[in-house]
């Protein structure tokens, strides 16, 4: 469904991303495992083609188009959408009218109080809420990913925050993207999280900007516990990189 070819991408003379090769398949769960600072938010950023995060060079390719040069809502008109690392606020929506603007032109079965239920909040109590800064992170978090449940897409790219695992829990993620895949969604997990990257189909290891092995979670897992720690080389300029490789 998704493939990365040789992805880079340099920020202020930095190497972010380093021709990175990924294949994400329909139907499945895929996981990026990599400590903080290696390059896993960019890489969702580079994938859904916000605007100060276009490659430098290699291929993004959507089921055998590219769409490197593509623009965020084109590439959402395709079905790809993004659970931000911190979640937007929007002044003067409520939440019910949040969700059904992703329910637009979507032939979704579930409603809105559902796709909150999923999430592990209460309806009656978040509908005519305002999604503003009146929400603590943690309910705008679920409040996004219930949206996400009412978009339907076709590739969910799943952001989990620095602090997801307190601010949802194991369970409500498994939740949700039990459901994303029950609507045929196919999901790209980003984390830090060894339980987190254990729900997915495959895993991939990032490290300095690069996928250094892709696998079973189990197998992963293990070569991220025994190999990976915290990384000054994603953040050296580019000259110094160079210099050490």
Request: hydrophobic share 40%; proline share 3%.
């Given at each position: 469904?998704?493939?990365l070819?040789?992805?880079?991408?340099?920020?202020?003379?930095?190497?972010?991303?380093?021709?990175?090769?990924?294949?994400?398949?329909?139907?499945e769960?895929?996981?990026?495992?990599?400590?903080?600072?290696?390059?896993?938010?960019?890489?969702?950023?580079?994938?859904?083609?916000?605007?100060?995060?276009?490659?430098?060079?290699?291929?993004?390719?959507?089921?055998?188009?590219?769409?490197?040069?593509?623009?965020?809502?084109?590439?959402?008109?395709?079905?790809?959408?993004?659970?931000?690392?911190?979640?937007?606020?929007?002044?003067?929506?409520?939440?019910?009218?949040?969700?059904?603007?992703?329910?637009?032109?979507?032939?979704?079965?579930?409603?809105?109080?559902?796709?909150l239920?999923?999430?592990?909040?209460?309806?009656?109590?978040?509908?005519?809420?305002?999604?503003?800064?009146?929400?603590?992170?943690?309910?705008?978090?679920?409040?996004?990913?219930?949206?996400?449940?009412?978009?339907?897409?076709?590739?969910?790219?799943?952001?989990?925050?620095?602090?997801?695992i307190?601010?949802?829990?194991?369970?409500?993620?498994?939740?949700v993207?039990?459901?994303l895949?029950?609507?045929?969604?196919?999901?790209?997990?980003?984390?830090?999280?060894?339980?987190?990257?254990?729900?997915?189909?495959?895993?991939?290891?990032?490290?300095?900007?690069?996928?250094?092995?892709?696998?079973?979670?189990?197998?992963?897992?293990?070569?991220?516990?025994?190999?990976?720690?915290?990384?000054?080389?994603?953040?050296?300029?580019?000259?110094?990189?160079?210099?050490?490789?």
């Open positions: 469904m998704l493939e070819q040789k992805v880079t991408l340099k920020k202020e003379g930095k190497i972010i991303l380093d021709h990175v090769d990924l294949t994400i398949k329909a139907n769960i895929h996981s990026i495992l990599g400590m903080n600072g290696t390059g896993k938010t960019t890489l969702a950023y580079a994938i859904m083609g916000l605007p100060e995060y276009h490659i430098d060079s290699g291929k993004i390719i959507w089921r055998d188009k590219d769409i490197t040069k593509l623009s965020v809502a084109e590439r959402a008109k395709l079905g790809i959408t993004l659970a931000w690392q911190e979640p937007a606020r929007f002044e003067g929506l409520t939440v019910v009218e949040y969700l059904h603007l992703g329910q637009l032109g979507k032939n979704n079965s579930l409603s809105a109080e559902e796709c239920q999923q999430v592990g909040l209460e309806p009656a109590n978040y509908l005519h809420r305002d999604v503003d800064a009146t929400l603590s992170g943690g309910e705008r978090k679920r409040i996004e990913l219930a949206a996400v449940l009412a978009m339907h897409p076709t590739l969910a790219i799943l952001d989990e925050p620095d602090s997801g307190d601010a949802l829990s194991i369970t409500n993620i498994k939740q993207i039990r459901n895949v029950r609507e045929g969604t196919s999901i790209l997990l980003i984390t830090h999280h060894e339980q987190v990257a254990a729900m997915a189909d495959r895993t991939s290891a990032l490290c300095a900007g690069k996928i250094l092995k892709t696998g079973s979670p189990e197998e992963v897992t293990r070569f991220f516990s025994n190999h990976c720690q915290p990384c000054k080389h994603i953040n050296q300029p580019e000259e110094e990189v160079l210099e050490n490789a």
